[in-house]
């Protein structure tokens, strides 16, 4: 049972770029809250690795579009994760490898589309929402905006530790690499870019722990009254 009462429909934004803590404190925001945590990443992951999966050149956008319409259908994207033929695949999504996929697949306009009203009718009921349009594009009436960035070189360690936790050995410098690589990707593509939305709180975590982080939003979220 959660300490906090959220208020009715509750909608949190969570954006920032690769590394920068936002998937973890989005869950431990919606669990001190008892709120649905969405993390619309893996919904892009789903569908670069799909699309690779099926032998796609994901570099073709039209080849990719041709298989957009079916990978959503089969796609069933609930708070614990994505299913897919009746199956947790979200684990199977956590890699670096797809996250590359993914960067891709969401550069695309008409893909980012296809999602757009899928995220909304998620959130409508009340939720923590994290990736990298939230503010800014799916939910820009969200009642409650954070940005979260870090250093790349600290993104890039709490990546490698993820990394390392799950069994995969990545060195450092090459993750380093990668996501210099995701983040101009992500900023720089025309539609939906990696960007802070104007009211969004930012907060910067290269120095912070991860549950100062948490107290933080937490206050806010208090001093505005959306949750007692
Ligand atoms: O947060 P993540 O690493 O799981 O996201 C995977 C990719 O999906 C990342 O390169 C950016 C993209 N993405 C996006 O464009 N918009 C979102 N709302 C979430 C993720």
């Not at 994760?81 to 797809?98: A, K, Q, S």
């Not at 890039?156 to 069994?167: F, M, N, S």
Request: net charge negative; charged share 30%.
């Amino acid at each position: 049972m959660s300490q906090w009462n959220p208020a009715k429909g509750l909608r949190i934004a969570i954006d920032g770029p690769s590394g920068s803590g936002k998937g973890t404190i989005a869950v431990m925001v919606g669990e001190a809250l008892g709120l649905a945590v969405m993390d619309t990443g893996l919904l892009y992951r789903f569908l670069g690795w799909r699309a690779n999966d099926l032998g796609v050149d994901l570099d073709d956008e039209s080849a990719v579009v041709a298989v957009i319409d079916n990978a959503v259908a089969d796609m069933d994207w609930r708070a614990e994760g994505i299913f897919f033929e009746n199956r947790d695949c979200t684990p199977l999504l956590r890699g670096e490898d797809v996250g590359a996929c993914a960067s891709k697949v969401a550069a695309i306009p008409s893909v980012r589309k296809q999602l757009l009203e899928l995220q909304r009718k998620i959130a409508a009921s009340g939720c923590v929402m994290d990736g990298r349009d939230i503010g800014t594009v799916v939910l820009p009436d969200a009642e409650a905006k954070f940005f979260l960035t870090a250093s790349p070189r600290e993104r890039a360690r709490r990546r490698w530790e993820q990394l390392q936790q799950g069994g995969e050995e990545v060195a450092l410098d090459q993750i380093v690499d990668d996501l210099k690589a995701r983040d101009a990707r992500d900023s720089g593509r025309d539609c939906s870019p990696l960007e802070r939305a104007k009211d969004a709180i930012e907060i910067d975590s290269t120095t912070m722990r991860i549950d100062e982080v948490v107290d933080r939003i937490l206050a806010v979220l208090e001093r505005r009254k959306l949750i007692s």
